[in-house]
């Protein structure tokens, strides 16, 4: 079955982060070959930021809302500061976990799911 991007990507939530996300994941799935890839993982995310967690699910496609979900596999935790830094090259993904900036559980727990998450979203945002 072809999937189109409006298929892949819903944004449940609306506010700014999630559409900023939604906006980044569109641009990165342009891609057939990495679409196809990405429909098929069941990984959930919590992007938990110092303005408001945003959860993320990939399952069958990528579904964005405000708020907590129970139990992600993988949890993220930094400033919006460092993600438009990480956007705009001033320091890349590694150099803000070195500095504790961007904070990640569920590596040891869930290994493929954190590399394939590292894979998707590092090119996304630029890092």
Sequence with gaps: MYWTLIDMIVNQSGDFI?????EVFRRELLSDRKREKVKKWRIS??????????????????????????DPDITMTTS??????????????????RKGELKIKGILR?????????RFMIPALGG
């Design 18 to 22: 999630g559409t900023l996300l939604a």
């Design 45 to 70: 995310l919590l992007l938990d930021t110092d303005y408001y967690p945003v959860s993320i699910n990939f399952n069958n496609g990528i579904s964005i809302k405000k708020g907590i979900i129970k």
């Design 80 to 97: 919006m500061q460092t993600i438009i830094d990480i956007t705009k090259g001033k320091i890349s993904a590694f150099q803000a976990l």
């Design 110 to 118: 869930h290994p493929l799911a954190a590399i394939r998450l590292y």
